[in-house]
Nanobody
Framework: QVQLVESGGGLVQPGGSLRLSCGAS????????VGWFRQPPGKEREGVSC????????DYVDSVKGRFTVSRDNAKNTVYLQMNNLKPEDTAVYYC????????????????WGKGTLVTVSS
């Protein structure tokens, strides 16, 4: 049974920072394309970032470029989403998702998903 768990969410003031973690069991994250998604309250889920297993490059949605950074710690089998200069519009449930296929983009069809962690940005 694959378990994928996000953690690190919480309440933060605008301009603050949080680091989200995505940990997995029964799989090795280094072999997977890893996507971060978010779903604001009352809105549809959207892609935040995509780190592809084919080349290791990470793409970010324009709204988070320069503020969010994805990293990976293979020893801990954990992927991180460092979020800086947070804005109220970043408020959402954040999900990580995995896909073992090479050359794929991150989308809603990724086979492995975590249950999400809530990030609230408010003054």
């Amino acid at each position: 049974q694959v378990q994928l768990v996000e953690s690190g969410g919480g309440l933060v003031q605008p301009g603050g920072s949080l680091r989200l973690s995505c940990g997995a069991s029964e799989l090795t994250l280094a072999y997977y394309t890893v996507g971060w998604f978010r779903q604001p309250p009352g809105k549809e889920r959207e892609g935040v970032s995509c780190m592809r297993n084919s080349n290791g490059n990470t793409d970010y949605v324009d709204s988070v470029k320069g503020r969010f950074t994805v990293s990976r710690d293979n020893a801990k089998n954990t992927v991180y989403l460092q979020m800086n200069n947070l804005k109220p519009e970043d408020t959402a449930v954040y999900y990580c998702a995995l896909d073992p296929a090479t050359g794929t983009k991150c989308d809603d069809g990724m086979p492995y998903w975590g249950k999400g962690t809530l990030v609230t940005v408010s003054s």
